[in-house]
């Protein structure tokens, strides 16, 4: 069962050491949520291949 965003959000929290700066506490918030929606893309089928991911970066790189 998936946590709640309130419960998850904690978890991390409670992860950082207690001088954890507010900055700090954003970026691991922001960095879990991205590792939550990637997993579920990644079990709902929404992935791309490696080929298609290189082909995106080179046209980032114009």
Do not use: C, H
Not at 9 to 22: G, Q
Not at 36 to 53: H, V
């Amino acid at each position: 069962m998936t946590m709640i965003a309130k419960e998850s959000a904690k978890r991390v929290i409670n992860s950082l050491p207690d001088d954890s700066t507010y900055d700090e506490i954003l970026r691991e918030l922001a960095f879990a949520r991205m590792i939550e929606r990637g997993l579920k893309d990644s079990k709902e089928g929404k992935t791309i291949s490696n080929e298609q991911m290189k082909q995106k970066m080179k046209q980032w790189q114009r």
